[in-house]
């Protein structure tokens, strides 16, 4: 799941509260769990205080300033490629800049689309919007109706950027909202048209209506025109689930409903619904990725599954009539079966075309199928999508899959500014004619003199760990170069080359050399390289991190001195293991909106969701390995850690910052050169607009090359 309808995801938070969290302590008495009160006014203040010191030390720093105008100029420029999103005739575009800091929802026509400088008609103006309702609105997307011409829109705007939302109607031709329409207040709620006057709704009910996690766990079918109490329960998954949620398939021929429960992150029950309620279910492995598109059902598998005399191994992506599958057939053709060092890292339909995106050794390999007309049972007609450069990413992906056969292209490395084509695959097979180069970034940075090349670390198991390096083309190979490792290594998210304009200027363009470390927890091999890490196996995505950073010494890029480490999220527990567990690797670690305490981890927010990728701290028996990659567990007097900059969004509904907060204030008592960032907006991204991101990649560019250089 991880969004059945995006990779990435209690309700109403109580702000002021530990989010969700309750007050259990830790089994040893935590002095800092006072900082767990997100708005909390001695909190609050604490931070403030951090605040200023990091700013001091920082934002005052000659050069700064400079560094902080440059990125926002950047992620300002009118020269950024516009992501756009077809809907009926039109292309949708979501656009931030210094006109328009919290940004416009805006759209054009396909062919306008083409030239330059796009004419764009403004649909929602996200500044003008906060200013008359007082609120700092942030865009979190939009649900538009197919129906009547795709005039009706579900909006999510989150206040200060968290994933919580408020769900309101939007009239596409009038550009205002519905009065007395669809409307739902600040919630983690999952919404679904099923047309005009009906949506599939799962929110913050009330009592027993949220997972443990906090997401949705009833969901209903909501009349237009009555009130939301009167909605009636579809579906209910239980508490213990992550979430579950209900959707429409409006696929004209194919229309279906769905619903889910997700009993764990990477585990998902799929249900067709039928016309008298009766859930069905699609009788895959528990952990499988079933989706439908018109006759096709696809199974992409997260571990091995033995079907009508057969055996598939983990990571294979299947394919069978649904129909046909739903009755009790086993027909199972093969699209894509994984080697030692190949994955599937995606998939996109066109109209008759499925594309498929492949990772070999972390390289991009693109795969046009055609499936059979007519037999289900037929061969799928296999094309190569050749052209792609070395050591960059390129995907492919429908632009809309009801109607036709088109395709838009990016390409993107880590020196290469990204490239958006366009082009069409013939009806009756792949060849069609070359893709258009329709935009392109200008290169932000001067990349002239630089370089990427592959490398293979060995981790304390013996496992080859792949990672790229961008460096001078002349490199001293002398120990004394400023490096900066970044690595996340969790989820099964790969981390593949794409140009980074905050990288190129920040730190490449000073002189720094920049390297992704591909570890194990990550997708870069598939499901076996991310359930290498999980759990009791956890040590191993750190050992694998600290085995690239030694491999980078041992060949003399750099030395402990100069070697620096970034990471968030996930990245940020990983951050927290190179402090806690490697500090004599490094002479800087940044470490972002970072989950730190392990022990209360599943109590804060939605981290109960994450108990499939770490465990349950609150299991003794699982605790007894997750306490040695629980950083703030593992801080200890008397080490000498390496200088630290802590980062974390107050918005952050996410990960709890508090993780990030008593890390510091435990390290800080402990005499740790340690400081801390925390911005008021932005939820689990750390920044609500191009402004505040350019001060937070400012501030840890800076402190990197201080202590780096």
Not at 164 to 173: G, S
Not at 530 to 555: G, M, S, W
Not at 609 to 615: D, I, K, R, V
Request: aromatic share 10%; glycine share 10%.
């Amino acid at each position: 799941m991880i969004a059945v309808l995006s990779l990435v995801l209690v309700a109403a938070l109580v702000w002021g509260c530990a989010g969700r969290a309750d007050k259990q302590a830790s089994s040893d008495e935590d002095p800092y769990l006072w900082l767990e009160e997100v708005e909390g006014e001695k909190a609050l203040e604490w931070v403030k205080a951090r605040n200023a010191e990091s700013s001091k030390e920082l934002a005052e720093a000659p050069g700064f300033a400079a560094l902080e105008a440059d990125l926002l100029k950047i992620l300002d420029s009118d020269a950024r490629i516009p992501s756009v999103g077809k809907v009926g005739k039109w292309y949708y575009n979501f656009w931030q800049d210094a006109r328009n800091p919290k940004g416009v929802w805006r759209r054009t026509t396909p062919e306008q689309y083409r030239a330059a400088a796009p004419q764009w008609e403004t649909v929602l103006d996200l500044d003008a919007l906060g200013k008359a309702e007082g609120e700092s609105w942030v865009w979190k997307g939009a649900a538009i109706l197919k129906e009547g011409g795709h005039r009706h829109a579900l909006l999510h705007l989150s206040r200060g950027g968290a994933d919580a939302v408020t769900v309101r109607e939007f009239d596409l031709e009038a550009k205002s909202f519905v009065k007395g329409g669809f409307e739902l207040p600040e919630a983690k709620t999952d919404v679904s048209w099923i047309d005009r006057d009906h949506i599939y709704v799962g929110t913050d009910f009330g009592a027993g209506s949220l997972t443990t996690s906090g997401y949705p766990r009833v969901i209903k079918r909501w009349t237009r025109g009555t009130p939301l109490g009167e909605a009636v329960t579809v579906f209910e998954g239980n508490a213990g689930d992550v979430s579950a949620g209900a959707y429409h398939d409006d696929t004209e021929g194919f229309e279906r409903d769905f619903a889910y429960r997700s009993p764990g992150f990477y585990d998902t029950e799929l249900y067709l619904l039928g016309k008298d309620g009766e859930p069905q279910k699609v009788d895959v492995p528990l952990d499988a990725d079933a989706s439908a598109f018109r006759e096709w059902l696809l199974v992409e598998l997260r571990s091995p599954w033995s079907v009508a005399g057969r055996d598939y191994p983990a990571g294979t992506l299947l394919a069978t009539g649904f129909d046909g599958f739903m009755a009790g057939k086993r027909e199972l053709t093969t699209l894509f079966e994984p080697t030692p060092n190949s994955s599937l890292a995606g998939r996109s339909w066109t109209r008759h075309h499925l594309i498929l995106n492949i990772l070999e050794d972390v390289k991009n390999k693109i795969v046009i199928l055609t499936p059979p007309a007519g037999d289900l049972r037929g061969d799928w007609k296999r094309e190569p999508f050749s052209g792609a450069p070395d050591f960059t990413e390129a995907s492919i992906g429908g632009v809309d899959a009801d109607e036709s056969d088109e395709y838009f292209m990016t390409v993107s490395g880590y020196l290469t500014p990204t490239t958006l084509l366009h082009g069409r695959l013939a009806t009756a097979g792949a060849a069609g004619k070359p893709p258009e180069r329709l935009k392109g970034l200008p290169p932000f940075f001067d990349a002239s003199n630089l370089q990427v090349s592959q490398h293979f670390a060995v981790s304390k198991d013996g496992t080859s760990v792949p990672y790229f390096q961008v460096a001078p083309k002349d490199l001293k190979l002398d120990g004394g170069n400023p490096t900066l490792l970044y690595g996340y290594g969790g989820f099964e998210v790969s981390m593949t080359p794409s140009y980074s304009a905050q990288v190129g200027r920040g730190w490449l363009s000073q002189g720094g050399v920049y390297v992704v470390a591909n570890i194990r927890g990550g997708g870069e091999y598939g499901p076996r390289w991310h359930q290498a890490a999980l759990k009791a196996n956890r040590l191993r995505a750190y050992e694998d991190f600290a085995a690239v950073a030694q491999d980078l010494i041992a060949r003399n890029v750099t030395s402990p001195k100069h070697l620096g480490a970034q990471g968030g999220s996930n990245g940020g527990l990983l951050m927290g293991n190179m402090i806690t567990r490697y500090p004599q690797l490094f002479g800087a670690v940044v470490c972002q909106v970072p989950l730190l305490d392990m022990k209360r981890y599943s109590h804060l927010l939605a981290g109960a969701s994450w108990m499939a990728e770490y465990g349950d701290p609150d299991n003794p028996e699982e605790w007894g390995f997750i306490k040695e990659f629980s950083a703030y567990q593992n801080v200890r007097k008397g080490v000498a850690y390496p200088p630290v900059l802590f980062m974390t969004s107050t918005r952050d509904d996410r990960v709890h910052p508090g993780h990030a907060r008593k890390m510091m204030a435990k390290m800080a008592a402990l005499g740790a050169d340690v400081r801390y960032y925390e911005n008021i907006e932005g939820g689990h991204g750390a920044a609500a607009d191009n402004a505040q991101l350019a001060h937070r990649n400012a501030l840890a560019y800076e402190f990197l090359w201080q202590r780096l250089k």
